[in-house]
């Protein structure tokens, strides 16, 4: 299966929320119980079909600890998604993600984003409630999820879900350019 487009995007959020996890449970349906603080960041691709279009997810997995916030800004730029992840057995890392929020800042308005709340293997100990979770991505114009990287409850979704809407994203702005075009071409014509 070849790829007919190339979609790049990233994962931010706090250390040990499950963000390798998550991409290695999508991209190799593989789940380490003690996997490794990622250091800087790291790469995956998974091929996927969406409307009869194969994509090729280029999936960017970045450190949470605060040293390497330079280079996630740096990746920022050349993603066209972002997953924000949060531990739901961590209050600390939902609030976290305020501040991966302050460091994607200067992505447009209308980026393509999701949250997700991570481990729901681990209901029993939850500590961020769904509802306050909802009501803060809806504020932020995300859309939540919740999952599992270790029993690989909806993982698929969300990474099918995110390039959907980077795909309806790059629609609109071909669509708002190609107006653009023709509203400059027409505004040249009525001036002559």
Same mark, same amino acid.
């Given at each position: 299966?070849?790829?007919?487009?190339?979609?790049?995007?990233?994962?931010?959020?706090?250390?040990?929320?499950?963000?390798?996890? %998550?991409?290695?449970?999508?991209?190799?349906?593989? #789940?380490?119980?003690?996997?490794?603080?990622?250091?800087?960041?790291?790469?995956?691709?998974?091929? $996927?079909?969406?409307?009869?279009?194969?994509?090729? %997810?280029?999936?960017?997995?970045?450190?949470?600890? &605060?040293?390497?916030?330079?280079?996630?800004?740096?990746? @920022?730029?050349?993603?066209?998604?972002?997953?924000?992840? +949060?531990?739901?057995?961590?209050?600390?890392?939902?609030?976290? $993600?305020?501040?991966?929020?302050?460091?994607? +800042?200067?992505?447009?308005?209308? #980026?393509?984003? @999701? %949250?997700?709340?991570?481990?729901?293997?681990? &209901?029993?100990?939850?500590?961020?409630?769904? &509802?306050?979770?909802?009501?803060?991505?809806?504020?932020?114009?995300?859309?939540?999820?919740?999952?599992? /990287?270790?029993?690989?409850?909806?993982?698929?979704?969300?990474?099918?879900?995110?390039?959907?809407?980077? %795909? /309806?994203?790059?629609?609109?702005?071909?669509?708002?350019?190609?107006?653009?075009?023709?509203?400059?071409?027409?505004?040249?014509?009525?001036?002559?």
């Amino acid at each position: 299966m070849e790829h007919q487009l190339i979609i790049k995007l990233i994962l931010l959020g706090d250390s040990g929320v499950g963000k390798t996890s %998550l991409t290695k449970k999508f991209a190799l349906n593989d #789940f380490e119980e003690n996997s490794i603080s990622t250091i800087g960041v790291d790469y995956a691709k998974k091929n $996927i079909e969406i409307n009869g279009i194969i994509i090729q %997810l280029n999936i960017m997995d970045t450190s949470g600890q &605060e040293r390497y916030q330079s280079i996630s800004k740096s990746v @920022i730029r050349n993603a066209e998604g972002i997953i924000f992840v +949060f531990d739901i057995t961590n209050e600390d890392t939902f609030q976290g $993600i305020k501040k991966w929020l302050m460091t994607s +800042f200067d992505i447009k308005e209308n #980026f393509p984003k @999701i %949250l997700v709340g991570n481990k729901l293997d681990l &209901e029993e100990k939850r500590k961020v409630d769904k &509802e306050r979770a909802n009501e803060f991505s809806s504020k932020e114009n995300m859309e939540y999820f919740e999952a599992s /990287a270790k029993n690989g409850s909806n993982v698929e979704i969300i990474f099918k879900e995110i390039a959907r809407l980077i %795909l /309806a994203n790059q629609k609109k702005e071909e669509e708002n350019k190609n107006f653009n075009l023709n509203s400059n071409k027409k505004g040249k014509k009525d001036k002559c």
